[in-house]
Structure formats: structure tokens, C-alpha cells
């Protein structure tokens, strides 16, 4: 089992930025893909970003390309996501994974964090 924590989640004005970090503990073998995924208001789930933990490959949704950056430290089983230039439409609780896979273009995880809240202000 792999246990995962977040934090960072808060109340920003549009425009600006939050930083999420995901803590991983437990069976961190199973933590070679690490990402994030949110869920709006009233919208299913969905994938935001992955990285390898070779870093050498990393993935991100359309909607966040250009203003998220996911990074990871391997020595602290850490994973993070730097978002910028926040919008009120990236509002939603942001949900850390761990062994993430990707099966006919849709990403899924075995493990799941708990979430942390973002909220973006117009």
C-alpha cells in the first residue's frame, strides 16, 4: 500500500499561483509514475499531469500546458505541482496519484491522496 498526503491547496485571486506538494509513504515502489488529477465543481475527474520518476518523462492535460509545472524529488517521495497563472476554471479538489498508467488515451491510478482544495477568485 502506498499512502499519499497533500497539501498547498487555498484561496487565490486569478492570476496567481499555489504550489501542491504530495507526500508518499509506505510501499513507494509502486510510486514510478506519480501525477495529479482534479475535480471541478459539479465535473467528473479528470487527469492533470505525470511524471516518471526518472523525470525523464512527464505528461500534462491541454488545459494546464503553459501554466503547471509537475517536478518531483525522489528523496523525499515527493511529488509537486507548481501552478501559475491560476484561472477561476482550475478551481476543483486536486487529488494526488501514485502508479499511474495510461490505457487507450485515459489515465488511471492505484493509489489516491485525499485532496486538497484549490480556489481560484475572478
Known amino acids: 500500500q502506498v499512502q499519499l498526503v497533500e497539501s498547498g491547496g487555498g484561496l487565490v485571486q486569478a492570476g496567481g499561483s499555489l504550489r501542491l506538494s504530495c507526500a508518499a509513504s509506505?510501499?513507494?515502489?509502486?510510486?514510478?509514475?506519480m501525477g495529479w488529477f482534479r475535480q471541478g465543481p459539479g465535473k467528473e475527474r479528470e487527469f492533470v499531469a505525470s511524471?516518471?520518476?526518472?523525470?525523464?518523462?512527464?505528461y500534462y492535460a491541454d488545459s494546464v500546458k503553459g501554466r503547471f509545472t509537475i517536478s518531483r524529488d525522489n528523496a523525499k517521495n515527493t511529488v509537486y505541482l507548481q501552478m501559475n497563472n491560476l484561472k477561476p476554471e482550475d478551481t476543483a479538489v486536486y487529488y494526488c496519484?501514485?502508479?499511474?498508467?495510461?490505457?487507450?488515451?485515459?489515465?488511471?491510478?492505484?493509489?489516491w491522496g485525499r485532496g486538497t482544495q484549490v480556489t481560484v477568485s475572478s
Open positions: 496519484g501514485a502508479d499511474l498508467i495510461m490505457r487507450a488515451g485515459t489515465w488511471s491510478t492505484t493509489y
Open positions: 509506505g510501499r513507494t515502489s509502486s510510486t514510478n509514475v
Open positions: 511524471i516518471h520518476w526518472s523525470r525523464s518523462t512527464i
